[in-house]
């Protein structure tokens, strides 16, 4: 592999960046690490949230369904995405006054164009791009460079995620808890550990919407004036319909037992329209219709959790992550539809909620680079474990 001069016992920065499903901009996080495995050992340096300029976002939504496009578009557009995501990342190393030179490597997940899970119907394979040239980080951060992490996943038969669950049984395995770690971004993820899991039999997966149709409702209602609903004040002084919930909640998606996988291309801009429809004939206002939204994530969640968390467990705790930790609405109406279970969140082990993700994809791509395979099959449905990732090599000279 590309360490056969590094000791896996050494200390090396890892620095990860992720661009999620919500699509806000670029979630960075610097690591030290040390080990493979379960005795690898991770500290977290430091982070930063980099924000889209808003005409790069504008043009990420142009080529999100259901949009058409130029290919020429799309192609200069993935260029300029690499350009972004290098200068988020120099923007972290000053801040943290780290050198370039210091990194021993970089992974990242750009914007997912589509997400296209495999399906029993004409046995299809499932496919995944996500756009963002990584020869381009790897140029100018001069280091070494991994993304396109679920593609290998994939072609072994799984779904390309949960990628997380390696990372979550690495950082949140106790042998006298039973728990569930739940990032909350634009899609809903969870990963199950009951106190005695093995490594080879992790359960982890989509539960269905997270921030993404909130965000919707709110671009939509303010006329882009916010992009998310802050604090979860709007859905606080609405209304949840309860007829719309019940029929939100009867999605196939929620039901279904995984592995399973979703994303914009189900629960995004056509899903989101037909809610609104459904809510004009009732009359709801704006603040009822993310209340409503608000609930569907909420109580997705808690499905799943009902149905799903390994029998013969108790879950006793639920740990958060992801922006929607900040939305106080949903994670009070979390709190009180799971209890008597312990909600923390990503913060109280010392990682911030934001930075969680951007964590996950620097361990993943270190593991990888020491030959380890990176993927989990249990969760992600993959035939055997692969080394995911795809590599984009520094210049020789600059």
Same mark, same amino acid.
């Given at each position: ?11 090396? /920065? ?88 210091? %990194? ?8 997912? %164009?589509?997400? *296209? ?34 593609? #290998? *996943? ?18 949140? =395995? ?5 728990? #569930? ?11 199950? /550990? ?28 303010? =006329? ?5 609903? !802050? *604090? ?62 608000? #609930? ?13 968390? !390994? ?22 109406? /979390? ?19 934001? #930075? ?30 692969? %080394? ?8 020789? =000279?600059?």
């Amino acid at each position: 592999m590309f360490t056969k001069d590094i000791s896996p016992d050494k200390k090396r /920065l890892v620095l990860g960046m992720m661009s999620g499903t919500s699509c806000d901009g670029i979630s960075c996080a610097l690591i030290e690490v040390q080990g493979l495995r379960e005795e690898k050992k991770i500290k977290f340096i430091g982070h930063l949230q980099y924000p889209y300029p808003k005409e790069i976002k504008e043009k990420i939504f142009q080529v999100y369904p259901p949009n058409s496009f130029r290919a020429k578009d799309l192609v200069r557009l993935h260029h300029l995405i690499g350009e972004v995501f290098s200068e988020a990342g120099l923007e972290l190393l000053d801040k943290l006054n780290i050198k370039k030179e210091e %990194l021993f490597a970089i992974s990242a997940q750009g914007p997912i %164009l589509y997400h *296209d899970p495999p399906s029993e119907e004409n046995n299809y394979k499932g496919a995944h791009m996500e756009i963002g040239e990584s020869a381009v980080i790897a140029d100018r951060l001069e280091t070494i460079t991994i993304m396109d992490l679920r593609a #290998a *996943d994939i072609a072994g038969g799984g779904h390309g995620a949960p990628l997380s669950v390696y990372v979550d049984y690495i950082l949140f =395995k106790d042998n006298n808890i039973n728990r #569930a770690v739940q990032n909350i971004g634009g899609i809903a993820n969870v990963t199950f /550990l009951p106190k005695d899991i093995s490594w080879d039999s992790l359960k982890s997966f989509d539960c269905g919407p997270g921030n993404i149709l909130i965000d919707y409702g709110v671009r939509y209602f303010t =006329k882009g004036k916010w992009e998310y609903d !802050p *604090d979860g004040s709007i859905a606080r002084k609405g209304k949840i319909d309860k007829e719309i919930l019940s029929y939100l909640l009867n999605h196939p998606y929620i039901k279904r037992e995984p592995p399973k996988t979703t994303g914009r291309e189900l629960f995004g801009e056509e899903f989101f329209r037909e809610v609104l429809k459904m809510a004009e004939k009732r009359n709801l206002s704006p603040e009822d219709i993310i209340a409503t939204l608000t #609930a569907f994530t909420v109580e997705a969640i808690a499905y799943n959790y009902e149905k799903f968390y !390994p029998k013969g467990y108790e879950l006793q705790e639920v740990i958060l992550g992801g922006g929607g930790t900040y939305n106080k609405t949903m994670v009070e109406w /979390l709190k009180k539809r799971l209890y008597p279970v312990n909600v923390k969140t990503h913060e109280d082990f010392g990682i911030p909620n934001d #930075a969680r993700e951007a964590v996950t994809w620097a361990v993943l791509a270190d593991e990888m680079l020491f030959g380890i395979p990176n993927n989990v099959p249990s969760a992600s449905g993959a035939k055997y474990p692969v %080394l995911g990732g795809k590599i984009s090599l520094p210049p020789l =000279k600059k």
